[in-house]
């Protein structure tokens, strides 16, 4: 990996390689880096997975084996932009299969925790209108639904 630009770290408890293997095979843009593993002084079992590199959608990320003092929440969360329905449909059911939860306004959790926005485009576009009442009719339809829904979004954007 580049030693210029940022790293997104994300703290397992003991799932590290696991994760970057999830990853790497929901997104396009993919692969699995170094893997760095402990030794006989630790931190861990010697030969056990302490670090894991992996780019997922064009974006590095480092899968850390920290154990179980931290714990994912929605502080933090990363945004898939996506052109079309077809993309927001394979996102969200990739990411809340295997115990990963959906929740409101396109945000989900996966199978580890992490907190998702899967985000269409036009949704973006509609809810920046100059024309507050456009946005706010798209903005009020996005509220009431879990997975986005482009056309019932450009709808409620439409007035019908």
Same mark, same amino acid.
């Given at each position: 990996? +580049? ?12 799932? +590290? ?6 990853? %790497?095979? *929901?997104?396009? @843009?993919?692969?699995?880096?170094? %893997? ?10 010697? $030969?056990? !997975? !302490? ?23 929605? =502080? !933090? ?6 052109? @079309?329905?077809?993309? %927001? ?5 990739? /990411?809340?299969? &295997? ?8 945000? /989900?959790?996966?199978?580890?925790? !992490?907190?998702?926005?899967? *985000?269409? @485009? ?6 920046? &209108?100059? @024309?507050?009442?456009?946005?706010? #009719? ?7 639904? $879990?997975?986005? &829904?482009? =056309?019932?979004? #450009? ?6």
């Amino acid at each position: 990996m +580049a030693t210029e630009g940022f790293t997104t770290c994300l703290w397992f408890d003991g799932q +590290a390689e696991e994760a970057a293997h999830y990853y %790497v095979s *929901v997104f396009k @843009d993919s692969g699995v880096g170094r %893997v760095t593993r402990s030794h006989e002084a630790g931190p861990g079992p010697a $030969g056990s !997975v !302490v670090v894991v590199e992996f780019t997922a959608n064009g974006q590095r990320f480092v899968a850390l084996n920290g154990g179980p003092q931290f714990q994912f929440n929605e =502080a !933090v969360s990363f945004q898939i932009h996506c052109a @079309d329905q077809a993309e %927001v449909d394979h996102y969200w059911a990739k /990411l809340t299969e &295997d115990g990963g939860q959906p929740g409101p306004c396109g945000w /989900l959790k996966d199978k580890y925790g !992490v907190s998702w926005q899967v *985000v269409p @485009d036009a949704l973006i576009e509609m809810i920046s &209108d100059p @024309d507050g009442e456009k946005a706010g #009719r798209a903005t009020q339809a996005m509220m009431a639904m $879990g997975k986005l &829904d482009i =056309a019932e979004l #450009r709808k409620a954007y439409a007035g019908e």
